[in-house]
């Protein structure tokens, strides 16, 4: 059974940090390119951040660029976003994402809100 399970959202004021962490299983997370998205009240789905299967290369959304990095730890079967200097801006349900040429999967998503 595939699953991405999310964690490590929740309230943190302007100017804040947070690490979100993704947890795999049920499929072989070495072979899968990985990304964050998020989806604001409203609003669509937006592409955060984006890392290679082999971590070699990273991708990030204009908006994030310089405070977000984006990593993974393949022994672990996790991916993880390191968000500084939060924006309210920033505030969305943050979702993980594993994809391949042959299949996409999705988790559940955590909710992060800047506010102060």
């Known amino acids: 059974q595939v699953q991405l399970v999310e964690s490590g959202g929740g309230l943190v004021q302007p100017g804040g940090s947070l690490r979100l962490s993704c947890a795999a299983s049920g499929f072989t997370f070495s072979s899968y390119a990985m990304s964050w998205y998020r989806q604001a009240p409203g609003k669509g789905r937006e592409l955060v951040a984006f890392?290679?299967?082999?971590?070699?290369?990273?991708t990030y959304g204009d908006s994030v660029k310089g405070r977000f990095t984006i990593s993974r730890d393949n022994a672990k079967n996790t991916v993880y976003l390191h968000m500084n200097s939060l924006k309210p801006e920033d505030t969305a349900v943050y979702y993980c994402?594993?994809?391949?040429?042959?299949?996409?999967?999705w988790g559940q998503g955590t909710q992060v809100t800047v506010s102060s």
């Open positions: 994402n594993a994809q391949s040429s042959w299949a996409a999967y």
């Open positions: 890392i290679h299967s082999s971590g070699s290369t990273t």
